[in-house]
């Protein structure tokens, strides 16, 4: 039997039935990503493995390099055949990490290979892939069509054109494409470096002078607009911690004047300033009926000669442990009070705080939009077997499970469709072992219904994209 076969992860004949019956077939609402809409735009045909599976992946990258591997093999001046031909190295080694699963059933769900990778076949397989990969159903179209993609989310500037989301809009693209708010370039204040071109930029793109601070909001609000009009329903914040020191609009106008001088913010005005945009953000998305992302808990470029050296996104961050539950509560609660609350998603990167967004959650419920404070699928280090249970059972614990709008992909890579299909396994698996257990009722209609709605439906209805 292949390793990956029809009853991967799923342990008991009720786990098998959910899973066939009532997971498998639904489609994929991949509602986070951060594909490019260029790619998209183009139906990108990728050369090789390389291109499609190894060129932006930093899960691999760090397996490699804790494998010995060198950095030109990584992300440096290497062929694309030697770079995976280390990844192909380093697979054996990965045995009880996600990627050992996740490059199998990738393998087995593009290609229809079953082989365990490793270096002695790294050439065949390398070939094989290549020669499918030529082939127009190999296409970004022709991918999304098999795997049965009804619609992507991808994530974007406020200061992008949005010129290929338009192209892709008119195009014959078998899948939904919508891009996501996401305004992190809004909060460098500390940054010189990054603020000033970012600000320039949103200039050109909303075409309004910014000259004071109420010009800048006026800019983003514009581009907010532009985001709608072409589909947008989300927004998106990659925040360490979140931010609940807040001030008023002149205080905020007047660190925005500082940063925009080129002088030194400190660090309680930075927090003062980025309390005050998360607000107007926040108010932005609900007047428009929009759902909020904010994804908590990254401790980002820990290494700073890598930092120096490579950039960001590089396979160089980890699990932060700031605490954040207290400016969490008080972000949502300075929202709520003004009835300014927006849809929401909340995504936790720490394991030790689940349980506290998992109840945050349950205490800004409106009694109006089921699950309206979601606590999001595990991410990033989360976003494998154990830790998908970890949050699926803390949310359980402590909120309505059947609420919950399940998984994405937050990637990079069109090799990444089948973490869809891992997810809904791995829930199949949870719910059918409690069947098996006599902790749930043996009533496959109900629960096969609740399956069925967490792999597709529940996201459909509450992120109300124009689908």
Same mark, same amino acid.
């Given at each position: 039997?292949?390793?990956?076969?029809?009853?991967?992860?799923?342990?008991?004949?009720?786990?098998?039935?959910?899973?066939?019956?009532?997971?498998?077939?639904?489609?994929?609402?991949?509602?986070?990503?951060?594909?490019?809409?260029?790619?998209?735009?183009?139906?990108?045909?990728?050369?090789?493995?390389?291109?499609?599976?190894?060129?932006?992946?930093?899960?691999?990258?760090?397996?490699?390099?804790?494998?010995?591997?060198?950095?030109?093999?990584?992300?440096?001046?290497?062929?694309?055949?030697?770079?995976?031909?280390?990844?192909?190295?380093?697979?054996?080694?990965?045995?009880?990490?996600?990627?050992?699963?996740?490059?199998?059933?990738?393998?087995?769900?593009?290609?229809?290979?079953?082989?365990?990778?490793?270096?002695?076949?790294?050439?065949?397989?390398?070939?094989?892939?290549?020669?499918?990969?030529?082939?127009?159903?190999?296409?970004?179209?022709?991918?999304?069509?098999?795997?049965?993609?009804?619609?992507?989310?991808?994530?974007?500037?406020?200061?992008?054109?949005?010129?290929?989301?338009?192209?892709?809009?008119?195009?014959?693209?078998?899948?939904?494409?919508?891009?996501?708010?996401?305004?992190?370039?809004?909060?460098?204040?500390?940054?010189?470096?990054?603020?000033?071109?970012?600000?320039?930029?949103?200039?050109?793109?909303?075409?309004?002078?910014?000259?004071?601070?109420?010009?800048?909001?006026?800019?983003?609000?514009?581009?907010?607009?532009?985001?709608? $009009?072409? &589909?947008?329903?989300?927004?998106? *914040?990659?925040?360490? /911690?979140?931010? #609940? =020191?807040?001030?008023?609009?002149? +205080?905020?106008?007047?660190?925005?004047?500082?940063?925009?001088?080129?002088?030194?913010?400190?660090?309680?005005?930075?927090?003062?300033?980025?309390?005050?945009?998360?607000?107007?953000?926040?108010?932005?998305?609900? $007047?428009? &009926?929009?759902?909020?992302?904010? *994804?908590?808990?990254? /401790?980002?470029? #820990? =290494?700073?000669?890598?930092?120096? +050296?490579?950039?960001?996104?590089?396979?160089?961050?980890?699990?932060?442990?700031?605490?954040?539950?207290?400016?969490?509560?008080?972000?949502?609660?300075?929202?709520?009070?003004?009835?300014?609350?927006?849809?929401?998603?909340?995504?936790?990167?720490?394991?030790?705080?689940?349980?506290?967004?998992?109840?945050?959650?349950?205490?800004?419920?409106?009694?109006?939009?089921?699950?309206?404070?979601?606590?999001?699928?595990?991410?990033?280090?989360?976003?494998?077997?154990?830790?998908?249970?970890?949050?699926?059972?803390?949310?359980?614990?402590?909120?309505?499970?059947?609420?919950?709008?399940?998984?994405?992909?937050?990637?990079?890579?069109?090799?990444?469709?089948?973490?869809?299909?891992?997810?809904?396994?791995?829930?199949?698996?949870?719910?059918?072992?409690?069947?098996?257990?006599?902790?749930?009722?043996?009533?496959?209609?109900?629960?096969?219904?609740?399956?069925?709605?967490?792999?597709?439906?529940?996201?459909?209805?509450?992120?109300?994209?124009?689908?």
């Amino acid at each position: 039997m292949s390793f990956i076969n029809d009853n991967f992860l799923l342990e008991t004949e009720q786990a098998q039935h959910l899973y066939h019956q009532y997971a498998a077939a639904e489609p994929i609402l991949d509602y986070h990503s951060h594909l490019p809409p260029k790619d998209i735009a183009e139906n990108r045909r990728f050369a090789n493995l390389f291109e499609i599976w190894l060129e932006g992946d930093h899960y691999k990258w760090r397996a490699m390099r804790a494998n010995g591997i060198p950095e030109s093999h990584c992300t440096g001046d290497a062929s694309p055949f030697e770079k995976f031909e280390a990844f192909a190295a380093t697979v054996p080694h990965t045995l009880r990490n996600p990627l050992y699963h996740w490059t199998h059933l990738e393998l087995k769900r593009y290609f229809g290979i079953d082989d365990l990778l490793n270096e002695s076949n790294a050439r065949r397989i390398w070939d094989q892939t290549n020669a499918q990969l030529a082939s127009e159903d190999m296409r970004i179209w022709g991918i999304l069509k098999k795997f049965g993609v009804k619609a992507i989310c991808t994530t974007d500037d406020p200061a992008d054109d949005l010129r290929w989301h338009a192209a892709i809009a008119k195009s014959d693209c078998p899948a939904k494409v919508f891009p996501t708010f996401r305004p992190d370039g809004a909060m460098h204040v500390q940054r010189p470096d990054l603020f000033l071109p970012w600000i320039e930029k949103l200039y050109e793109t909303s075409g309004v002078s910014i000259d004071s601070f109420a010009d800048f909001l006026k800019a983003i609000e514009l581009r907010h607009d532009a985001f709608h $009009a072409i &589909g947008c329903r989300l927004s998106d *914040h990659g925040l360490n /911690r979140c931010f #609940a =020191n807040f001030c008023d609009e002149e +205080e905020a106008a007047g660190i925005f004047d500082k940063a925009r001088e080129g002088g030194e913010v400190s660090a309680d005005e930075f927090d003062r300033y980025a309390s005050f945009m998360m607000l107007f953000f926040g108010k932005l998305d609900a $007047a428009k &009926g929009w759902t909020k992302q904010i *994804h908590l808990g990254a /401790r980002r470029n #820990a =290494n700073s000669r890598a930092y120096r +050296e490579l950039g960001t996104d590089k396979g160089f961050d980890s699990i932060g442990d700031a605490p954040q539950g207290d400016a969490l509560a008080a972000y949502l609660d300075r929202l709520d009070q003004g009835d300014q609350l927006p849809r929401m998603v909340l995504y936790n990167l720490n394991p030790n705080e689940n349980y506290t967004f998992a109840t945050m959650a349950g205490n800004f419920q409106d009694g109006k939009i089921a699950g309206k404070i979601q606590f999001g699928s595990g991410w990033w280090f989360l976003d494998q077997k154990e830790a998908m249970e970890w949050q699926m059972n803390a949310l359980s614990n402590c909120g309505l499970f059947s609420r919950f709008i399940g998984m994405l992909t937050d990637s990079r890579s069109f090799m990444s469709f089948p973490r869809h299909e891992y997810f809904r396994r791995t829930l199949c698996n949870l719910v059918g072992n409690d069947m098996a257990k006599g902790l749930l009722p043996n009533d496959e209609a109900m629960i096969g219904n609740m399956v069925r709605n967490i792999c597709f439906g529940n996201a459909r209805d509450f992120l109300r994209l124009p689908l």
